[in-house]
T-cell receptor, first 111, second 112 residues
C-alpha cells in the first residue's frame, strides 16, 4: 500500500459545483497535513494546511480524520481557475518532518 | 521577497553525461528538499537538508545521485552517468520550519 493515496481523477465538474477529494495515509504517526495545488507544468504551491479541528479558507474546507487516517478537501462554487491537480501531503513520523506527497487528483472545471 | 530559484530550467543531456542542478532557497530557510516528479505523478522525495547537514537521502534512487549543501544555503543535485529513466522534473523546496514548503520552478531534465 502506498503511504499516501489519492484518486487520480480526473474530476470533471461544471462551474459552481461543489467537489470533494479524499486522501488516505498509512503512517499513523503522521503529524501534519497539507493540500498543495499544482497547475500544468508549474511547481506545487501550498493551498492550505489541514488542522485537526478542520479549517476553512474562503471556498475551500479541509478536514482531518485521524481515526480513519484520511484528509479531505472540499471546494464550493467551483471556478474555472480551480482547474489544477490537488496534491495531498503528509509530514511526520520519525525524527524529522519526512514529507510524502500523494500522486494528485486532477480537477477540471467546465464552463 | 525572492522565492526559490532553480537553474537551469531545462537541461538536455546525452545518456552517460553528468549533470548538476542548482537550487537557491529562500533566504533564512534552514530546510531544503529535493524531489523528482515524473509526468502524471506526484513529487517523489529524494533528499533533505537541515542547514548543511543531509539528514535523509533515502529517496535517492541510486549511487549515481548525489546532493550537497556545503554552506547551508545553495544546494546542488548531481546525477552521474545519466540514464533515460532519469528524465523528469527535479523540484527543490525550502522551508523555515521543515513543514510548509515553498517550491522552485523545477529543472526539466531530458536524457536522450
Amino acid at each position: 500500500r502506498k503511504e499516501v493515496e489519492q484518486d487520480p481523477g480526473p474530476f470533471n465538474v461544471p462551474e459552481g459545483a461543489t467537489v470533494a477529494f479524499n486522501c488516505t495515509y498509512s503512517n499513523s504517526a503522521s503529524q501534519s497535513f497539507f493540500w498543495y495545488r499544482q497547475d500544468c507544468r508549474k511547481e506545487p504551491k501550498l493551498l492550505m494546511s489541514v488542522y485537526s479541528s478542520g479549517n476553512e479558507d474562503g471556498r475551500f474546507t479541509a478536514q482531518l480524520n485521524r481515526a480513519s487516517q484520511y484528509i479531505s478537501l472540499l471546494i464550493r462554487d467551483s471556478k474555472l481557475s480551480d482547474s489544477a491537480t490537488y496534491l495531498c501531503v503528509v509530514n511526520g513520523g520519525g525524527g524529522y518532518q519526512k514529507v510524502t506527497f500523494g500522486t494528485g487528483t486532477k480537477l477540471q472545471v467546465i464552463p | 521577497g525572492a522565492g526559490v530559484s532553480q537553474s537551469p530550467r531545462y537541461k538536455v543531456a546525452k545518456r552517460g553525461q553528468d549533470v548538476a542542478l542548482r537550487c537557491d532557497p529562500i533566504s533564512g530557510h534552514v530546510s531544503l528538499f529535493w524531489y523528482q516528479q515524473a509526468l502524471g505523478q506526484g513529487p517523489e522525495f529524494l533528499t533533505y537538508f537541515q542547514n548543511e547537514a543531509q539528514l535523509d537521502k533515502s529517496g535517492l534512487p541510486s549511487d549515481r545521485f548525489f546532493a550537497e549543501r556545503p554552506e547551508g544555503s545553495v544546494s546542488t543535485l548531481k546525477i552521474q552517468r545519466t540514464q533515460q529513466e532519469d528524465s523528469a522534473v527535479y523540484l527543490c523546496a525550502s522551508s523555515r520550519t521543515g513543514s510548509e514548503q515553498y517550491f522552485g520552478p523545477g529543472t526539466r531534465l531530458t536524457v536522450t
